[in-house]
């Protein structure tokens, strides 16, 4: 079973990406966490979350309550336990700062959220293909 850590705020962005994993079937345990603060306790397993998995991969929003998506990436990338887990920025952003930011403190994609259902299913549908069938995780199972 794939762990992902959604970090986001937006109910109807939490809600399509609940419909896509339903909808493609793929083993995956979707853990969500709406606000920065919160997703800094699950990535430490501090509080209600010190038996949560460590999460394979990790969708993480930029514009987020109590304490940004940056933040939050720079969290990771500091601690050697969670600086190897793939984070893919999923923003409304198209700046160009927040995406060279994003990139240069270590997240692996950087993708522009799409309003269209048809769309937002294909490219989580090549993303899960890529990082569950073809990449190989730290701490995760080889793709096979």
Not at 5 to 24: F, G, K, S, Y
Not at 26 to 32: G, S, V
Not at 117 to 125: I, N
Request: aromatic share 10%; hydrophobic share 40%; glycine share 6%.
């Amino acid at each position: 079973m794939h762990q992902i850590l959604m970090v986001e705020d937006n109910p109807a962005d939490i809600e399509l990406m609940q419909q896509t994993v339903r909808e493609l079937g793929r083993p995956i345990n979707l853990h969500i966490c709406n606000d920065g603060v919160t997703a800094v306790d699950f990535l430490n397993r501090r509080g209600q979350y010190n038996t949560v998995p460590v999460p394979d991969l990790v969708f993480l929003d930029l514009n987020l309550p109590r304490r940004g998506g940056i933040e939050v990436l720079l969290m990771l990338m500091q601690r050697p336990e969670t600086r190897m887990i793939p984070v893919i920025v999923f923003s409304m952003s198209n700046r160009k700062d927040d995406i060279t930011q994003a990139y240069s403190l270590g997240a692996r994609c950087y993708i522009h959220k799409s309003v269209n259902y048809s769309h937002f299913l294909t490219t989580m549908e090549q993303l899960f293909r890529f990082w569950f069938d073809y990449a190989v995780i730290p701490g995760g199972s080889a793709a096979g």
